[in-house]
């Protein structure tokens, strides 16, 4: 079974907004720490939000706070983030992961052990 699937991306406009979903199988989504990362041609993976899975405790990119929303839903799963007032440097590949480590990785993508496959969100002018 696949860990984490996301979707949700697409083409929009600046201004407008985004909701990403992360469908998790059962073992990814009981790891200690989720979080979501996106990446951008020619740049870094950069992460967008992290939340303790215990506590719901998250913490976010200094690029999207304000802007973004992330929450799940336990029944299903499945965690999602929303963006708005999207600008075009939001644009990037999306990606969901989990950290079943004893510690969170946070924003550092290398702790992370399960990614999904990635959903592009792209921003027009």
């Known amino acids: 079974q696949v860990p984490l699937v996301e979707s949700g991306g697409g083409s929009v406009q600046a201004g407008g907004s985004v909701r990403l979903s992360c469908v998790a199988s059962?073992?990814?989504?009981?790891?200690?720490?989720m979080a979501w990362f996106r990446q951008a041609p020619g740049k870094e993976r950069e992460g967008v939000v992290f939340m303790i899975s215990s506590t719901g405790s998250t913490l976010y990119g200094a690029k999207v706070n304000g802007r973004a929303a992330l929450s799940r839903d336990d029944a299903a799963n499945t965690l999602y983030l929303q963006i708005d007032n999207l600008k075009p440097e939001d644009t990037a590949m999306y990606y969901c992961?989990?950290?079943?480590?004893?510690?969170?990785?946070?924003?550092?993508?290398?702790?992370?052990?399960?990614w999904g496959q990635g959903t592009q969100v792209t921003v027009s002018s």
């Open positions: 059962a073992y990814a989504y009981s790891s200690y720490c």
């Open positions: 992961a989990a950290d079943s480590d004893y510690t969170c990785g946070m924003f550092d993508p290398r702790e992370y052990n399960y």
